[in-house]
């Protein structure tokens, strides 16, 4: 039975999963959950799957493992996958930006979609002060990120790895969210550098614009 991984096509962190698939050429089966119709939010998906309702949640017999890192870690080990770093310093390279993402980086990136475009759904207004933090958080890691990149190609090591997926992610709504990112040239380079030598990263990218600019056009929400 192939892996299934459920997940709505507009998440960014299921792009980051279904990319790291595609490249290390490992099937899945993609089960839909529609996240606008709070699909994730039911009390079967909470106790079959992740209690906090929200996707993506990979499942393989009978492992079943939410949060996109984790999931594209256990893919690398299960394929043997350079994406995971070659040498024991390389993987602790890898796994520190990862968790360097998801502490610094993703989170602060979230928070300023939920403002900015999650609100509108419901109709509520985002919160300046909340967006100004995140703001300042983004920041903050942008000028890491940005100096890191300065005689890098990839984040870690000289090629692409989950660390680069997982720092990718933001830039999945950064258009739409108005991340504060054009100051920081080296990591703008990056990302176009992604987009333009990875087409599993360019084809995601398409999938998570079209399901969101139709979500927003099927809202009436002009941003």
Known sequence: MAIQVYGDPGSGSLRRVITAASIMGIELERVPV????????????????????????????????YESSA??????????????????????????????????????ATLVFDERIGKRFVGQAEDARIVELAFGKIHAAAAVLDAHLADRR???????????????????????????????????????????????????KREVDARIDGALAGAGIVL
């Open 154 to 204: 990839f984040i870690a090591g000289d090629r692409l790895t989950l660390a680069d997926l997982d720092i990718a992610g933001p830039f999945s709504q950064s258009a739409r969210t108005k991340l504060p990112l054009t100051d920081y040239p080296n990591l703008v380079a990056w990302q176009q550098r992604l987009l333009d030598t990875v087409p599993a990263w360019a084809e995601t």
């Open 71 to 108: 999931i594209n870690i256990y893919l690398a080990e299960k394929v043997g996958s350079d994406l995971l770093g070659t040498t024991p310093a390389e993987r602790y390279q890898v796994l520190q930006w990862m968790f360097w993402s998801g502490e610094q980086w993703r989170v602060f």
């Open 34 to 65: 529609d996240l606008f119709k709070g699909e994730s939010q039911t009390s079967d998906f909470k106790s079959r799957f992740n209690p906090h309702g929200l996707t993506p949640v990979m499942v393989d017999g009978d492992t079943i493992l």
